[in-house]
């Protein structure tokens, strides 16, 4: 079984600065890793996500993350934010074989607010 | 797009009841999924299917019961509703036996009183 923690269950942020949000997971196979975003009173959306390749990985709004095998860590990153990426962010995994059915395993989320 | 559709938004029961959450998708996946999103718990697998009338138990399914007779409809099932079954549910589903990204729905929001 595969399990997934966020490490900042609330990250405040002023407008136009870089933010990070931390995600460690744990699973004894290959992984796929993924970020969502949850906007207020909608359902979540894929930002991005780490299929195999290049470590880095671009996403949405301007969205990156890094898959580091050694450190099983898949960290979020925006070097400048806006208002608008105020939301909930969810990091999940799954199990990289067909049998999985596409189910995900999600951490607790982070709730990134912006301030002007 | 896909469109994936939750019957209710906000849904008010009391203790006891027999309570339905529908959902249904637009783009013939194969794959659906129920969700429970509380605060400081993230979201958890209640239950999946991966097939019509085929399902799978996820880490959560104490308490629900699901039913997939057609392939765009997913129920979930709430035999006796309690109030520690107050929560946001979240429907999603995914193509294949890739599924490599969930479509979700917009969430029902259950009270149980």
């Known amino acids: 079984a595969q399990s997934v923690t966020q490490l900042d269950s609330q990250v405040p942020v002023f407008e136009e600065a870089p933010v990070e949000l931390r995600c460690n997971y744990s699973?004894?196979?290959?992984?796929?890793l993924f970020w969502y975003v949850q906007y207020p009173n909608q359902g979540l959306q894929l930002l991005l996500k780490y299929l195999s390749g290049s470590t880095l990985v671009k996403g949405i709004n301007g969205f990156e993350a890094e898959f580091n095998k050694s450190q099983t860590s898949f960290h979020l990153r925006k070097p400048s934010v806006h208002i608008s990426d105020t939301a909930e962010y969810f990091c999940a995994v799954r199990t990289s074989g067909t049998t999985s059915y596409g189910k995900l395993t999600f951490g607790q989320g982070t709730i990134l607010t912006v301030h002007p | 797009d896909v469109k994936v559709t939750q019957s209710s938004r906000y849904l008010v029961k009391r203790t006891g009841e027999k309570v339905f959450l529908e959902c249904v998708q637009d783009m013939d996946h194969e794959n659906m999924f129920w969700y429970r999103q509380d605060p400081g718990l993230g979201l958890r697998l209640i239950y999946f299917?991966?097939?019509?009338?085929?399902?799978e138990k996820g880490d959560i399914p104490e308490g629900y019961s699901v039913s997939r007779e057609k392939k765009e409809r997913f129920s979930l099932i709430l035999e006796s509703a309690s109030t520690n079954q107050t929560s946001m549910y979240l429907c999603?589903?995914?193509?294949?036996?890739?599924?490599?990204?969930?479509?979700f729905g917009s969430g029902t929001q259950l009270s149980v009183l």
């Open positions: 699973s004894s196979v290959s992984v796929y």
């Open positions: 999603a589903s995914s193509p294949g036996t890739g599924g490599e990204k969930l479509f």
């Open positions: 299917s991966y097939d019509v009338k085929m399902k």
